[in-house]
């Protein structure tokens, strides 16, 4: 069963990520001052992440990772 939007923003938030100002929408846009790298989450907080979206989440948490 997928994951919730809303439990990928947790996880990015667990690791750092902040929101920024900037996001359309239901589009969120994260950034982290250890990355150059912006990471743009869409949808509803209780809709379905796409696998794309978790794939994504999980690289930029590690991106980040001492």
């Known amino acids: 069963m997928p994951r919730k939007i809303r439990e990928l923003i947790s996880e990015l938030e667990g ?8 996001g359309k929408g239901s589009h969120r846009k994260f950034a ?9 989450v869409s949808g509803a907080s209780g809709a379905d992440a796409h696998h794309y979206q978790e794939k994504l989440v999980k690289s930029a948490i590690r991106e980040v990772q001492p």
């Open 15 to 22: 690791a750092g990520w902040r929101v920024e100002i900037g």
């Open 32 to 40: 982290h001052p250890r990355s150059r790298r912006k990471v743009i």
